[in-house]
């Protein structure tokens, strides 16, 4: 099957439309995550803690879950 050039410009248009549709989904994708405070956060109890402090709030940096606690304070989000 050959295609003329107009058709072939037809289906080019195509799919710089269906392009431009994704694109737009992505982007209110990240917008709607955007609005709930913009990446989803693994609850603390998640994050891994190596210095056998458990639940306890007052981890070291050292710690992964004490350098989550401290980024998050900054952030004012904890
Ligand atoms: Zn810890």
Redesign the pocket.
Known sequence: MELTEEEKQVLQEAGRILRRMNTDKQRQASAANGKKGGRPQKPLSEIP?????GEDEQ??TS????LAVRRRMKAGTS
Request: contains cysteine; positive net charge.
């Open positions: 803690c190596n210095c056998g402090r981890h070291p710690c992964p879950r004490g």
